[in-house]
Each structure stands twice: as structure tokens, then as C-alpha cells.
T-cell receptor
Framework: GAVVSQHPSWVICKSGTSVKIECRSL??????MFWYRQFPKQSLMLMAT?????????EQGVEKDKFLINHASLTLSTLTVTSAHPEDSSFYIC??????????FGQGTRLTVV | AQSVSQHNHHVILSEAASLELGCNYS??????LFWYVQYPGQHLQLLLK??????LVKGIKGFEAEFIKSKFSFNLRKPSVQWSDTAEYFC?????????????FGKGTKLSVKP
């Protein structure tokens, strides 16, 4: 199967700082990448969908100014959590779609804001 | 709006026991259905998927799932579990029929298999 790499796997940052998470499709070109957030014992919640070269589409309730998404190439999308606060602490997962239906997932990034 | 419901939050089985994890979805149109597995410390991996055709789908590692349209269900089964099946299992749905809809996930079921 295709490989999606997410970096870093975990990060601890101070409240008020910004954190960037990278998502790369290593062996295929992904026209669409998705960013999810997972709370403990909860489902993966879709935050936004990004298409290469265009603005991301955010789900209702997700602050686009806080969660900046850039999809600069067919193999790289980044999520920047700006001015992070403790309530932003969560597990963030990206996925990249190959074709129209199947998606491949990164290993996730555990963000802790202290 | 679409939703996916997984009935069990945590299932505990002994090795060799049979497994069935429930999944129901709410969308009334054509759907694509997926089961993903997340082993401890690893990323989500696709176990199996249903797009069309035979409603009984066989996946990797001996897993299978049956799509029952009348019940809006896509339950995951395995006749005999192993300790290595300990993981979290997620059911997901996306709109089918060529649509590029996004995956909607259930809350997941944690499976613990006792050796």
C-alpha cells in the first residue's frame, strides 16, 4: 500500500506558540489530503480538506485562522496550529487520497500544549 | 448528515474466540464502506473495503465484513482472533457512486485479546 508520513510524531509546545505538522505522501501523488483530530475515546473528526494549489475547505466549527493548512505540492501538506492553547492538545492525523476513494493515513501527531 | 455508529466501545476476548464488531451508518444513498485498524503506536491501516458487488468482503488477516443494505450495517467478523489482533477498529463511510466524499468515522472499538 501507499505510505503517508507525518512529522513530528509528538510535540510539546508552550501556550501561545505555533506548531507546524507535516504530512507527506512518500510514493504517490495525492491530489487531496485530509486533516483529522482525534480526542480520547472519540472518533476521528475531519477538520479540513486540502487540494494541491488551492485553499483548504474547513469543516464547520474549525477556525481557519487558527489551523492554517498549506498544500504546496502533490506530496506535501502542512497544518500549523497558531497561538496554541492547552485545549488544542490532541492527536492530529492526516490522510492522503490516491484516486477517488481510498485514503492512506499518517501515523498521527500527539500535540501537547503546556 | 452522515453518521457512523459503532456499538461497542471495548471488547475483550480470549484467543480463538469469534469476533463480530457492529457498524451502522445513516446515509441513505450509495456508500463506500471501510474498516480500518490501528495497532498500538501505529497508523490507521485499511482492513477491507466495500464499493459494490458481493456484499461479503474479505480483507487482510482473516477479517471479513458483510454489507447488509436493508440494515445499513457493515459488521466486521473474524472466526478466531489472535493476541496480535489487539487494536482499535474503526468503521468509516463515504458517499459512493463516484462522489469524492470524505470519510466519516465511527468512534472506534477497542479490541483486547487475552493470550
Amino acid at each position: 500500500g501507499a505510505v503517508v508520513s507525518q512529522h513530528p510524531s509528538w510535540v510539546i509546545c508552550k501556550s501561545g506558540t505555533s506548531v507546524k505538522i507535516e504530512c507527506r505522501s512518500l510514493d504517490f501523488q495525492a491530489t487531496t489530503m485530509f486533516w483529522y483530530r482525534q480526542f480520547p475515546k472519540q472518533s476521528l473528526m475531519l477538520m479540513a480538506t486540502s487540494n494541491e494549489g488551492s485553499k483548504a475547505t474547513y469543516e464547520q466549527g474549525v477556525e481557519k485562522d487558527k489551523f492554517l493548512i498549506n498544500h504546496a505540492s502533490l506530496t506535501l501538506s502542512t497544518l500549523t496550529v497558531t497561538s496554541a492553547h492547552p485545549e488544542d492538545s490532541s492527536f492530529y492525523i492526516c490522510s492522503a487520497r490516491k484516486g477517488y476513494t481510498e485514503a492512506f493515513f499518517g501515523q498521527g501527531t500527539r500535540l501537547t500544549v503546556v | 448528515a452522515q453518521s457512523v455508529s459503532q456499538h461497542n466501545h471495548h471488547v475483550i476476548l480470549s484467543e480463538a474466540a469469534s469476533l463480530e464488531l457492529g457498524c451502522n451508518y445513516s446515509y441513505g444513498g450509495t456508500v463506500n464502506l471501510f474498516w480500518y485498524v490501528q495497532y498500538p503506536g501505529q497508523h490507521l491501516q485499511l482492513l477491507l473495503k466495500y464499493f459494490s458487488g458481493d456484499p461479503l468482503v474479505k480483507g487482510i488477516k482473516g477479517f471479513e465484513a458483510e454489507f447488509i443494505k436493508s440494515k445499513f450495517s457493515f459488521n466486521l467478523r473474524k472466526p478466531s482472533v489472535q493476541w496480535s489482533d489487539t487494536a482499535e477498529y474503526f468503521c468509516a463511510v463515504t458517499k459512493g457512486g463516484g462522489s469524492q466524499g470524505n470519510l466519516i468515522f465511527g468512534k472506534g472499538t477497542k479490541l483486547s485479546v487475552k493470550p
